[in-house]
């Protein structure tokens, strides 16, 4: 079945500096990934949509100069969480769409990543 | 209110139980559901897929989408205690977001 890897699985970083998550579709093309943040036993949230070769698109709240997304290639995408606060501690998770005749409008997860800001 | 409603439950069951698992939506655009598994710390793992109207079964798993009452059922046969996660479900239709339902807290005791 489709893979989408997500790396790293998990990160601990000092409160100010940068870290970046990659997320990868492993054996399809993914024209569409999106990122998604989850709050302990909450639903996720999806912060943006991202698609290959143009501006990703932000929700409503989230703050597109912290949450850097560049999805350079159609099978990778990352999310640069910049100058990070313990408040942006969290369970980041990317999607990507398979978009293929053979599958539809299905979409595939990754396994997360775990960020810690200390 | 929400777009996706989904008891947040928890929900327990002895093993060997059939688990039913409900959302509720109000987008009568919605043509793509999806039913996910997802184990404490880990991503969600795409269970099901549903395009429209019907059933389909796969394994002990079995979904169904009633369109007509906006009403989408995931059911489980034979439970097991591995079975143990929360399930969420989403939906979306072409070109829009994907829509997660709160998720359903499932524990299938030995």
């Known amino acids: 079945g489709a893979v989408v890897s997500q790396h790293p699985s998990r990160v601990i970083c000092k409160s100010g500096t940068s870290v970046k998550i990659e997320c990868r579709s492993l054996?399809?093309?993914?024209?569409?990934m999106f990122w998604y943040r989850q709050f302990p036993k909450q639903s996720l949230m999806l912060m943006a949509t991202?698609?290959?070769?143009?501006?990703?698109?932000?929700e409503q709240g989230v703050e597109k100069d912290k949450f850097l997304i560049n999805h350079a290639s159609l099978t990778l995408s990352t999310l640069t969480v910049t100058s990070a606060h313990p408040e942006d501690s969290s369970f980041y998770i990317c999607?990507?769409?398979?978009?293929?005749?053979?599958?539809?409008?299905?979409?595939?997860f990754g396994e997360g990543s775990w960020l810690t800001v200390v | 209110q929400k777009e996706v409603e989904q008891d947040p439950g928890p929900l327990s069951v002895p093993e060997g139980a059939i688990v039913s698992l409900n959302c509720t939506y109000s987008?009568?655009?919605?043509?793509?559901f999806m039913w996910y598994r997802q184990y404490s710390r880990k991503g969600p793992e795409l269970l099901m897929y549903?395009?429209?109207?019907g059933n389909k079964e796969d394994g002990r798993f079995t979904a169904q989408v009633d369109k007509s009452s906006k009403y989408i059922s995931l059911f489980i046969r034979d439970s097991q205690p591995s079975d143990s996660a929360t399930y969420l479900c989403?939906?979306?239709?072409?070109?829009?977001?994907?829509?997660f339902g709160q998720g359903t807290e499932l524990s299938v005791k030995p």
């Open positions: 999607s990507a769409e398979d978009g293929s005749y053979r599958t539809g409008n299905t979409i595939y």
């Open positions: 054996d399809f093309q993914a024209t569409t």
């Open positions: 991202s698609n290959e070769g143009s501006k990703a698109t932000y």
């Open positions: 987008n009568s655009a919605f043509q793509y």
């Open positions: 549903t395009y429209s109207s």
């Open positions: 989403a939906m979306n239709h072409q070109g829009g977001k994907l829509i």
